[in-house]
């Protein structure tokens, strides 16, 4: 299936050549099988009887393959719209406005290096990961877990001395 935009061009590019062809009313030369402009000096095109219908219809041509364009642009900038409303809508954003402004509402984002939202050193790839503007969420409103204080409250915990406790038998944190 051919890319919308290419569609769009090419009906601008035949819109143009079709608006090129000579203007009817046109008469002919049966005689020489020839088609003249209504000034009778402007040569049209030799003729036969299959190509007549098309010299005739080029004008509509033109007219119909601008709106042709023209309506391919508007249902190509409203089926973007529409997906893009359905998936905020399918992740419980009410507003394009609520949407997240790094990730634009999908919770992930595009990262420059391996390292993505944890920063520092890493590989030299793009890559993939949670957004660390809304963690997830994809709403600018509604923030996920801030996965960098996680990770930091985890190796503080890992730090820490972990105890079977004597009251209740849990594994318990801090000085037994």
């Keep these: 299936m051919a ?14 050549l079709a608006e090129k062809a000579t203007p009817g009313p046109w008469f002919e030369d049966p005689f020489r099988m020839e088609i003249y402009g209504k000034d009778h000096t402007a040569w049209v095109a030799k003729t036969t009887d299959w190509d007549r219908p098309l010299l005739i219809a080029a004008p509509e041509m ?3 393959l601008g709106q042709l364009a023209d309506e391919l642009e508007r249902l190509s900038g409203d089926w973007r719209d529409r997906c893009y409303q359905e998936m905020l809508a399918a992740r419980g954003i009410d507003s394009p406005d609520d949407a997240c402004l790094r990730c634009k509402g999908t919770g992930v984002r595009l990262y420059p290096d391996t390292t993505t939202w944890r920063g520092g050193v890493g590989g030299q790839i793009v890559t993939k990961g949670v957004c660390d503007e809304c963690w997830g969420s994809g709403d600018r409103n509604v923030k996920w877990a801030d996965l960098r204080k996680l990770e930091a409250e985890l190796a503080r915990l890992k730090g820490s001395t972990f105890y079977e406790c004597p009251n209740c038998g849990a594994t318990c944190m801090g000085k037994g």
């Design 3 to 16: 890319d919308t935009t290419d569609l769009i061009r090419r009906a601008r590019e035949l819109a143009k």
């Design 62 to 64: 033109a007219r119909l």
